[in-house]
């Protein structure tokens, strides 16, 4: 149930082209998430519906959206890219609700705090028109806000006097409008000449010149950024890592050289657990509690019991690892391994598809294919064992 009364549309039909990718940007993955589930996320928290408006590789944006499983979500074309007021008129049919919230799809560092703080100031103080602004040491490519005589307006940079381009309040591109405002006034929008396109600050504009109740609410940069080129990308990326980073701290979790680590945000560590240098911890890793994971060590869709031991230089993909065990130093283990408890895999081991069992050690310069091992053995050093099942206790 949606409590404020609002229908989130977030824009995601834009062409990325400052990227110069023929895919979509929203579809790029930060920390292991697709650019678009962000927001997403945040919405489907506060229960609010969302309407996705789609437009470039569309299709795929729709499917991976949908592969998600994010609830209350509904599409909506804009066929021709005419700009963000356009993209909103598209979602025209959609609009059920008292507010409608606009977000773009490419500002992952949004909270659903600050959600809430904005949709709480626009309810409380009966607003028209309520949106976020920022400030920049140095704005590039955002709207600048322009405040005079009690009135708030924002003017497009390619529009800006040399004067206005001084001004460091900026518009942060998330909006709050009343369903009314918005019915009475989207078709008004007035096509700027140099770009045929319309947006979305002209209603500010068109809200402020009505004498309608226009509201701002200042926030942290960092919150709003957005995502237009790959120097973005990675900035975001920094920001997101060293949140989750932070997180895991304050949960008894000691990351040897943080600023080293890539972690992605669906990964789980145990507390008292140790992460070295250069360590990638990616898609769906589950590490336990008191473990050791050594300096530039891989570990992706894995489950790691407590007190394990992965040294240094070792990959472990889609794997299943016990408590106790040791693997590595360069080891590789692949396609479905698990490793029971208190066993050990040795230095430059590979494992493929297979079962390790009980307190058995394979050791050094050892291949292990599609083989199961019993309790207890004892595989010698470069020993190649491929289609063995037969278990040993």
């Known amino acids: 149930m949606d409590e404020h009364n609002t229908r989130a549309v977030v824009l995601a039909a834009g062409k990325s082209s400052r990227f110069r990718w023929k895919n979509s940007k929203i579809l790029t993955r930060i920390c292991g998430q697709s650019m678009i589930m962000f927001p997403l996320r945040v919405l489907e928290e506060l229960g609010i519906p969302i309407t996705v408006v789609v437009g470039h590789r569309a299709d795929e944006v729709k499917a991976k959206v949908e592969k998600k ?3 209350n979500v509904s599409f909506s074309l804009q066929e021709e890219t005419r700009g963000t007021g356009h993209a909103v008129a598209c979602s025209r049919e959609t609009w059920d609700s008292d507010n409608i919230l606009i977000i773009n799809g490419d500002v992952p560092l949004l909270t659903s705090e600050r ?26 490519g955002y709207g600048r806000i322009i405040e005079k005589d009690g009135m708030v307006s924002v003017v497009e940079e ?20 009343k369903r009314s405002f918005l019915e009475e006034n989207i078709d008004k929008i007035e096509i700027h000449s140099n770009t045929k396109e319309f947006y979305i600050p002209d209603l500010i504009n068109s809200a402020a010149a009505q004498g309608l109740k226009v509201l701002t609410m200042s926030v942290p940069f960092d919150e709003v950024r957005g995502v237009n ?28 050289l943080a600023q080293s680590i890539h972690i992605d945000v ?15 911890l990616l898609q769906n890793a589950k590490i336990g509690k008191g473990c050791f994971v050594s300096a530039f060590t891989i570990i992706e869709n894995t489950t790691i019991g407590d007190n394990t031991v992965i040294h240094s230089h070792s990959v472990v993909q889609d794997s299943s690892i016990g408590r106790d065990v040791h693997v590595g130093p360069f080891a590789r283990l692949r396609n479905g391994v698990t490793v029971s408890d208190g066993a050990n895999v040795g230095n430059f081991v590979e494992v493929k598809n297979s ?39």
């Open 266 to 280: 669906d990964v789980e560590i145990g507390e008292g657990t140790f992460i070295g240098t250069g360590a990638h």
């Open 115 to 140: 959600i809430q703080q904005l949709l709480h100031l626009h309810n409380e103080e009966n607003a028209d028109v309520s949106f976020f602004t920022t400030y920049m040491i140095r704005p590039y």
């Open 229 to 256: 080129t790959l120097q973005e990308l990675w900035a975001v990326e920094q920001v997101t890592r060293s949140n989750i980073i932070k997180g895991w701290m304050d949960k008894g979790i000691r990351f040897e």
């Open 355 to 393: 079962f390790i069992g009980t307190d058995s050690k394979v050791k050094h310069l050892s291949y292990v294919g599609d083989a199961t091992i019993g309790k207890n053995v004892n595989v010698g050093a470069g020993t190649i064992t491929c289609n063995y099942d037969g278990v040993k206790k």
């Open 69 to 71: 499983g994010v609830a």
């Open 158 to 177: 390619s529009d800006c006097t040399d004067e206005m381009l001084e001004v460091t309040k900026v518009n942060a591109g998330v909006y709050v409008m």
